[in-house]
């Protein structure tokens, strides 16, 4: 403990001040709830292994603030402790050139991950306990979580996963202050939180969440029980500290006015020097503030390549070949993980739990859960992989992976039945929005590889560059591509590069644009018309959201355009290619788009195929009427 | 009951035959779930108050079958009491050209809602007891569910609110076979069911899935005993029937080989004729299968139109008097809810809880229960609304909504906060993809009303015409859009129509294509530079994903055009109108777009919109240097 008990106390009431003081100057932001968790917050603070002056050092104890909107609190304590300037938080908390946002985020020095959305922290959590064990830190990861959220779903999920990979090091601090927006907690709707933490099989902690003495004990027990995870349920006040806030809900979302500030300021004993931070944001430059996300470097091997020839091969299992081979390569230096949502079989983790087995990690069917834990695991050290199908790695979890990409975190998602590829399962299980989905995200890459050897080359890419990449595969066995010449298109000495394009066909008049396993359709269409005399080109963009416009651009000039996808046709490359074709000026001589405008029925691939047109035969034809 | 004990008996023989036929036929499918299931379809579809002759009758009692791969078994049951034909279904499983698709799909006769997604349908029957108690209807939900389904969180979720709502019509039958494709449920994720219900306050009774008596006394019970939602769990063998399938996981997804089967029907004592099967399907045609989706119709009234004037209004204000206006107008026809997590104020549904308390449903911070039950709620003869911010309405249950869109359900989806326009919450809370999520969506409607009177007209349109239909809006004052002359541009004759646009300003050179609130960034600069003698076109596009490309065209031919929107500028407007002038080949003289091409900070609107050069005068600058 670097304080007292008495000086925590003290402190306590100071932080209360700075709390009433930076939402009155922002005029916005969450002083009830903050006033509920600050003694949580200093107590925790005060112990955990949590360095001001290197707030990022590689071993150290984690904080995640689940109900990111108590943000005045934490940025008050940590300030306290030295963490930074206080007077900056107040006059700041807010205000675009601050990097005191609303809610909690990830690169202010001491936060480790930008919440808001509430009900993803015990997963975050979770992810940085896996973490410090498999690289066997002594650490410990505070989540601190509320009533308020405590009905997500995401958070019963966690707990179970936090029991069955007994997290000894993972500490939840629930404030229960039994307000929310719309009233008392229990009115709003009732969890029984002692019920649903003892039916995950957690330890539980009952304490006055305002007795530094209760709290304090309690954490100590908690840090040393190594009987798996513990919640400690904190029984607080809403407003605590000032009279006239406490226990009302009408303080949950609401700063005071100037005369109850004053007024709350004298009860604290607190100086009422306001005026000052209101001059300091008045002057507060119009620019947005700048941060870094601080995630633990990786120095990922290669690996050796492998190259597919005659043999038909699914992408899939070409993935689950490099990442077992990546593994193998790598595990000496840091672990590698791979998260699994019950889907072994058809992810193809087989290999690679065989050859890593301490790296697999069963989530169960907890796909949100999976992929928030996949995304704080890969940001602490982990190479980390998170496989499943599309609906369930990408529809599903949008908000999960969507905080990933707000975090910069450094996830691997390897998305194995993407399209309408996913066997005869229908419309659930085809996923043809996933452009769409990750054009959302400003800095999460997307890669579709056409072939079982760029899927290899694509997958060692994505382990050795950091950020988050999603990589869309599909279920069906195929071909390599080819040339022209029948030599395989990406052989041996291949190497990926992200914005590449792939000129699998050259010709005149017309060009193809596809990715993914739709590439094999357009290639092998264009063959068809060769022996016709028709010459066209087929270009593969294994990046289809962000590709090299000045390469592409020859293709385009002056010629017919197909696009061609497994994938809905409004949401796809299609609006890419449009914008290129505006942006650049290109005069191009008509365009047509084929892909998805409906959910496909139950069918094996080729009969969907066959449906939709997409057959080889049919396509052709397509392009030769196209032609005129 | 329709069959006694004895005959059901003899049922689950013939039906286990049909699972095994049909899953060898179609080569794919779920025989083992199938048949651990099977004698709780046939023993709740016995007592259920559902007609083979009116499957789709006003009253009826209803089912989900939330394990939706187990449709092997659920088409068997309905067909062998009278649904359809048997064969058609051993023959067509799986084909394209079959309406019995590989998840139990919505509008086959006896099938309630398309499920495959796991852990949504408990949400689902929330919603359809929910609609049976707001009408005073006597029927029954039943919902089927199975332990490997049960670690979802929105399964949790919909616990707490069957418990809230006091759903006594809700029956969950849970099918306990302790099998799931990774091996035994316990060991991929242990979920301790008994206690998590409890803790939910649900009644459980616990029989032997595979004893008719036991679970007829069982829903006996449960259909009498008016204390709150009661669960059923059935202790079953997964692949129960045949001696080499049970308690086997390799039979969770595969069907049987020839040989197998041969050995298997003769264990059942059924007839091998699955030559007769194999041949009708090769005979079957290419072709997708039609089906119709029978929401319950409304005939809606308009209700009395708001014309807003003089005093400035956020557009969630005005569609929080829409609303009431319109439950107002029609409750004594039909019931007419708005569902709410917890965000009552922000979104404004306090005067429609005034005027309807009894179509308020709390749901709590559950936005994936919140948005299924809504989905199912609103295709039973109840005008739903679900209100919430984008991040929580869109964002974060976007397979919910997408399910819901599969379903071609009656939803209406109000955002009342959108874009960047959300205050001070910063980044989490910024919900800038509507437009690519929606856009996802086949069978959803997007519309983005730019003043409040349009957004008046908008909820009486979403409220009168069939199908999910998704508002967006922002949560700042603003004043109306006003024409040249300064009368209001949305007058009190105004009505909206889904596709229009428009004509905010007339011009000549440029036009600026916007929608929503930053219309009036557009509208402002416009009449700055006519000032300077620059007349231009502003238009703007209330349905940014559909809208009528005859009535745009003029607008862009041979100008300068500027898409200006509150969205990520990568997936929003500019895709679409790049589209169209790319189908159209339409000749302009260059394009920008204008929108965020990143996470913006905290910030108000008004000063986020500065550091991004959004503010009137900025923008008009931006429009001068384009025109040169």
């Given amino acids: 403990m670097k304080q007292s008990i008495k000086e925590l106390k003290d402190l306590s009431k100071i932080c209360r001040g700075d709390i009433l003081k930076m939402t009155s100057v922002s005029k916005s932001g969450h002083p009830g709830g903050s006033m509920s968790s600050i003694d949580l917050y ?46 900056e938080v107040i006059s700041g908390f807010r205000h675009p050139s601050s990097i005191f946002e609303g809610h909690v985020t990830r690169g202010i020095p001491g936060i480790e991950w930008t919440t808001g959305n509430l009900g993803q922290g015990l997963s975050v959590g979770v992810g940085f306990a896996l973490a410090a064990k498999l690289k066997n830190e002594d650490s410990k990861v505070y989540v601190f979580s509320s009533d308020g959220e405590s009905p997500k779903g995401q958070i019963a999920e966690a707990r179970r996963t936090a029991k069955k990979e007994n997290l000894n090091n993972l500490i939840v601090i629930l404030d229960y202050n039994d307000i929310q927006i719309s009233g008392r907690a229990r009115d709003v709707l009732y969890v029984d939180l002692k019920a649903e933490y003892k039916s995950a099989g957690w330890n539980i902690i009952e304490v006055n969440g305002h007795d530094f003495e209760q709290i304090n004990e309690a954490l100590e027990i908690a840090e040393n029980y190594k009987l798996g995870p513990t919640v400690i349920i904190a029984h607080t006040i809403i407003g605590k500290g000032v009279s006239f806030m406490e226990n009302r809900h009408e303080y949950h979302g609401s700063p005071l006015s100037d005369e109850e500030l004053e007024k709350a300021l004298k009860e604290l004993n607190i100086e009422n020097d306001i005026q000052k931070f209101r001059t300091a944001r008045e002057k507060l430059p119009l620019k947005k503030s700048e941060k870094n996300y601080p995630n633990e470097k990786l120095n990922v091997e290669y690996g050796t390549p492998i190259t597919y020839e005659n043999k038909k091969t699914d992408n899939r299992s070409a993935f689950g070949n490099a990442l077992a081979d990546i593994a193998k390569s790598n595990k000496e230096k840091f672990p590698v993980a791979a998260i699994d949502c019950d889907l072994l079989p058809s992810v193809k983790l087989g290999e690679f739990k065989k050859v890593n087995p301490e790296g697999y990690i069963q989530i169960g069917i907890q796909e949100h859960n999976a992929a928030t834990i996949s995304g704080s695991l890969s940001a602490s050290g982990v190479l980390t992989f998170f496989a499943d199908f599309g609906v369930f790695g990408l529809d599903e979890p949008f908000n999960q992976q969507r905080l990933n990409d707000i975090n910069h975190s450094n996830l691997k998602t390897a998305i194995t039945h993407s399209g309408t590829d996913v066997g005869e399962d229908g419309k659930t299980h085809q996923e043809v929005n996933y452009m769409g989905l990750i054009r959302s995200m400003y800095n999460t890459k997307l890669i579709v590889p056409s072939d079982p050897t760029q899927t290899d080359r694509v997958v060692r890419y994505a382990a050795q560059n950091e950020g988050n990449i999603v990589i869309t595969m599909g279920r069906s066995k195929i071909d390599i591509i080819k040339t022209e010449e029948g030599k395989p298109f990406f052989d041996k000495n291949y190497k990926y590069e992200y914005g590449s394009i792939d000129e699998f066909r050259k010709g005149e008049k017309l060009t193809i644009i596809t990715y993914g396993t739709f590439a094999h359709i357009a290639v092998d269409a264009a063959d068809i018309l060769k022996k016709e005399g028709i010459k066209i080109n087929v270009i593969g963009i294994a990046s289809p959201l962000h590709y090299n416009d000045e390469k592409l651009i020859p293709y385009l000039m002056n010629n017919k355009i197909i696009t061609l996808e497994d994938h809905n046709v409004e949401n796809g490359i299609a609006n890419e290619i449009s914008k290129t074709i505006v942006k650049n000026n290109i005069n191009i001589n008509g365009m047509e788009n084929f892909g998805f405008n409906e959910y496909a029925p139950s069918g094996s691939s080729e009969l969907i195929r066959k449906i939709y047109g997409f057959d080889t035969e049919a396509f052709a034809n397509k392009i030769k009427e196209f032609l005129g």
């Fill in 42 to 87: 200093l107590s925790v603070f005060n112990r955990a292994n949590i360095d001001p002056k290197q707030p990022f050092k590689k071993v150290r104890d984690k904080t995640v603030i689940s109900h990111g909107h108590t943000s005045p609190g934490v940025y008050s304590a940590l300030a306290r402790f030295g963490f930074f300037n206080i007077e």
